[in-house]
């Protein structure tokens, strides 16, 4: 099951604040948060391992609610340097038993900022 | 730390086809991924190695895709009889189990373009 992530895009301007949500039908055991800008390839931000957890990254921080079986994202005093895709990724999908297998990935968040 | 590699970044091959793609993990990384993207989507996880042990393999992956790890470093992909729809980034990602929390580390890709 892929996880749902919302909202699909947001346009912000240089200094405003975000937050990209990444939703579950099933259990969580971690998310794998990831930014990919056009034409790169995706870059490890963080990963939250357990329910209540929180992280944070520089200005970007995330949450995990294990109970709710979801994550949030939250980017603040957005600069230029965090436009691009990121995605959400949970561990064992439908072919998995669970644990640190291979990810099942959103359809990922379009960040654009704006000077 | 040189970072994961794939060799090569482009390929354009016809119809009916067979490619293989090499992908070198991060040095000491004992686990490697491969995954495929679509414009618009995030990556799609197809397989994953242990060492030289292939541990998981997507249901969604057809017979004509073969991954093998021989000595436990790097790693290939071979697609036998390209289709259309094999056109996509094809991604290779590291990760240890021996220290850190999973993160996995993406390679630059090899692109995938089947006329």
């Known amino acids: ?115 | 730390d040189t970072g994961v590699s794939q060799d090569p970044r482009h390929k354009i091959t016809k119809r009916g086809q067979n490619v293989t793609f090499r992908c070198d993990p991060i040095s000491e990384h004992n686990r490697l991924y491969w995954y495929r993207q679509t414009l618009g989507q995030g990556p799609e996880f197809l397989t994953y190695f242990q060492n030289e042990a292939q541990l998981e393999k997507s249901r969604l992956l057809s017979d004509r895709f073969s991954a093998e790890r021989p000595k436990g470093s790097f790693s290939t992909l071979e697609i036998q009889r390209t289709e259309q729809g094999d056109s996509a980034m094809y991604l290779c990602a590291s990760t240890t189990t021996t220290s850190g929390e999973g993160e996995q580390y993406f390679g630059p890709g090899t692109r995938l373009t089947v006329t």
């Open chain 1, 1 to 115: 099951q892929q996880p749902v992530q919302s909202p699909q895009a947001v346009i912000l301007r240089e200094g405003e604040d975000a937050v990209i949500n990444c939703s579950s039908s099933k259990a969580l055991y971690s998310v794998h948060w990831y930014r990919q800008k056009h034409g790169e390839a995706p870059v490890f931000l963080m990963i939250l391992l357990k329910g209540g957890e929180q992280k944070g990254h520089e200005k970007i921080s995330a949450s995990f609610n294990e109970k709710k079986q979801q994550s949030s994202l939250y980017l603040t005093a957005s600069q230029l340097s965090y436009s691009g895709t990121y995605f959400c990724g949970t561990p064992g999908g439908p072919y998995s038993g669970g644990g640190a297998d291979g990810l099942t990935f959103g359809k990922g968040t379009h960040l654009i900022i704006q000077p």
